[in-house]
C-alpha cells in the first residue's frame, strides 16, 4: 500500500475568468479601462468528497491484519508494471497512548526481499476519514474507508494532488468472493477506473517477520 501513494500524480486545476469593461467619456475620449469584479471562485471538489458516502466507521473494529486483494489506480508504475505487483499485507493498531492516531504496518516485497513500512494515519472528526500527512500539506494523502463489514472485506480510498486509488483488503486470501470482487469493481467504474485499470494483487508467499535493516520508518513523514 505504501508504494502506491507515492505514484498517485498531479492537481485538478481550478480556472476563472476575469472580465474587463471600457466606457466612453464626454467629448468621445476613452476612460480607463476599469476593471470588473471577479466572480467569486468556486468551492474547490476534491474526488474523494464525492466518493459514495462512508458508513459509521468503528476504527477500534478495523484494527488488525488486512491483506491487499485489488487496486484501481492509474498509477504510472502499476499501468507498467501491473503484472508484476508483490503480495502485501497490512497491519492497523489502533493508538493506546492517543486515540487520534492509528499505527499502519505495511509488508511487501522488493526484489526478493521483504521489507517493512511504518506509517501514521491521523483521524479526522469525519468517520472513516484519516490522513498521512505528506512533507508539506499539499502532500498529503488523505484516505476514507467506504465500506467494510470488519471480519472480511474493506474498501478504501487513497487521494493524493488530486488523484485517486481505490484498495480492497480482505481478512484473508480466501476472502475474496465474486459478490465481493463484482461490488469493487463497480465502485472502480464510478471513479472512472475501467477493468484495464484493475491490479489484483497475489494471494500468496506474504513477508513475515522482516529484520531492522529493512523497516522504513516513515512516523512522522517519509
Known sequence: MAGMWRCMPAVVLLMYLCLWGSSE???GAKSRPRP???PPKKPKIEPIDVTPKSQNIDIQQMTGRWYLLNTASKCSYLINHGTKVEPTVINLTYSVT???TLSVSTKTRHNHQCWEILQIYNLTPTPGRLTLKGSRPELNTEILIGETDYSS???MYYQKQGKITLKLYGRSVESLSEPMLTKFEQLAE???FQLAYLFPFP???HCGDVDQD???NCVPTC
Open 36 to 38: 470588473q469584479r471577479r
Open 190 to 192: 464510478k471513479q472512472g
Open 25 to 27: 467619456a464626454v467629448g
Open 153 to 155: 472485506y474493506a474498501n
Open 203 to 205: 494471494t500468496y508467499s
Open 214 to 216: 529493512h523497516v522504513i
Open 98 to 100: 492517543s486515540n487520534q
